[in-house]
């Protein structure tokens, strides 16, 4: 039986999630976005929250249970973003309404274990019943090994990023330096400038890619580094999978083309990890950069993700992935990018240098890139995990990298 104590406490406990949802998309959106940039994220989220309201004053007790319990998730997740940026920032904007949806998660914990055993049957044979339980508790642990986790990932994606600016070590004096995006975003970056009328363009961040920087620039390159958006002090939403990262870096070649100390048929292009994915995904739909090293790319999408496996485990990659896809295009507001498969072929004859780590590497996406890809590309394996040829091997590292630039930008 449902007391009027549980339905006052479930509707309660929606309302704080609720309340977050009009708050993070509508109210406070990130700067440089409005209400319109989310209206799937803010919609759909609230139409899912009224259905399982209007739902649960209907249902019997077991529904009502696993409504209850359902929301749990979504109720933790609300308030990721202020912790994490309590202890870099500070607490701001729509972070208070995200504790306070974080606070219904115990609530709807209780009332769902409550439902849970107050309706428990009674009735029938001991071995009968826990054998049910146990069924019912592997087919929970199975949904949440699919579908949950893949789902917390994309939600952490699109709300948290890294918040600090590191300190500049880049080896020669840069430029404070400001980006604007085809979307209306302001991107923060610093520029060193060119002695040999070439630069790159050292993607993502300003932090993990100073080595790099530091490199290029001891060559002579300019070099151009700048928080993506969503992160440091850039405008717009924070996108973990860089599905917009491509605007990114066709702010980064608007603004290298109108410098004095630029060749614009000289600007090329590293990018690490997502970086890497979104590098190549540009070169594939630009001529405007001369080269690109990518280094670590793996997956972003499903497709992709499918594609670097094979046998049944292509099912269990197409679902646990499928739903994160199905969450990221609500979060961002967008579909999926094309199939990087498709794309390197497109990069040619713009030179490509793909960088990997072997099987020590993230999704191990590499070679199957090289070998999707036109000439001239190359291809190197380094020693280390992820993205950590240059700390393993920095002279080689160095010696591949300022050659293959060298090369395609300079000759």
């Keep these: 039986?449902?007391?009027?104590?549980?339905?006052?406490l479930f509707l309660a406990a929606v309302g704080a999630i609720a309340l977050h949802v009009v708050d993070d998309n509508f109210v406070q959106p990130q700067p440089g976005?409005?209400?319109?940039?989310?209206?799937?994220?803010?919609l759909i989220p609230l139409a899912v929250l009224a259905l399982a309201a209007w739902a649960y004053l209907r249902v019997g007790p077991g529904a009502r249970a696993t409504i209850a319990?359902?929301?749990?998730?979504?109720?933790?997740?609300s308030g990721a973003e202020a912790i994490y940026y309590s202890g870099e920032t500070g607490l701001a904007g729509d972070d208070y309404t995200g504790l306070l949806a974080m606070a219904a998660a115990p609530v709807l914990l209780v009332i769902g274990v409550t439902t849970l055993w107050n309706s428990r049957r009674l009735d029938d044979n001991r071995g009968r019943r826990y054998g049910r339980r146990l069924l019912k508790t592997a087919g929970v642990v199975a949904l949440l090994a699919i579908f949950a986790l893949p789902v917390s990932i994309a939600y952490v994606g699109s709300h948290v990023t890294r918040?600090?600016?590191p300190d500049p070590k880049l080896g020669a004096a840069h430029e404070n330096v400001k980006l604007e995006t085809s979307d209306g975003l302001e991107l923060e970056g610093w520029y060193v400038p060119s002695t040999n009328r070439a630069a790159v363009i050292v993607f993502p961040g300003r932090s993990g890619i100073q080595k790099q920087a530091r490199m290029l620039v001891r060559n002579g390159y300019g070099v151009l580094l700048y928080d993506r958006r969503g992160e440091g002090e850039s405008d717009g939403d924070p996108n973990t999978w860089g599905w917009d990262f491509d605007k990114d870096i066709r702010a980064g070649i608007d603004f290298l083309e109108e410098r004095p100390d630029v060749d614009?048929?000289?600007i090329g292009g590293l990018g690490s990890s997502v970086g890497g994915e979104m590098m190549l995904h540009t070169a594939a739909d630009t001529e405007q950069l001369a080269a690109v090293v990518a280094e670590g790319a793996g997956a972003r999408t499903m497709g992709e993700e499918v594609d670097d496996v094979s046998g049944f485990a292509k099912v269990g990659n197409a679902l646990s992935y499928g739903a994160r896809d199905i969450a990221n295009s609500i979060l961002h507001n967008r579909l999926p990018p094309d199939n990087l498969m498709d794309l390197v072929p497109e990069i040619a004859p713009t030179p490509v240098f793909i960088i990997h780590a072997g099987d020590d590497d993230a999704g191990h996406r590499g070679p199957d890139y090289y070998r999707a890809?036109?000439?001239?590309?190359q291809i190197w394996e380094a020693q280390g995990g992820h993205?950590?040829?240059?700390?393993?091997e920095p002279r080689e590292y160095e010696r591949r990298v300022t050659a293959f630039f060298d090369g395609a930008l300079l000759e």
Excluded at 1 to 8: A, G, K, V
Excluded at 69 to 77: C, E, G, N, R, W
Aim: proline fraction near 9%; aromatic fraction near 2%.
């Design 264 to 266: 614009p048929e000289r």
């Design 163 to 165: 918040a600090e600016v």
């Design 1 to 8: 039986m449902l007391t009027p104590r549980s339905r006052n």
């Design 69 to 77: 319990l359902s929301l749990v998730l979504p109720a933790i997740l």
């Design 387 to 392: 993205t950590d040829g240059i700390d393993r």
């Design 33 to 42: 976005s409005s209400a319109d940039d989310h209206l799937f994220s803010g």
């Design 373 to 377: 890809a036109g000439e001239p590309k």
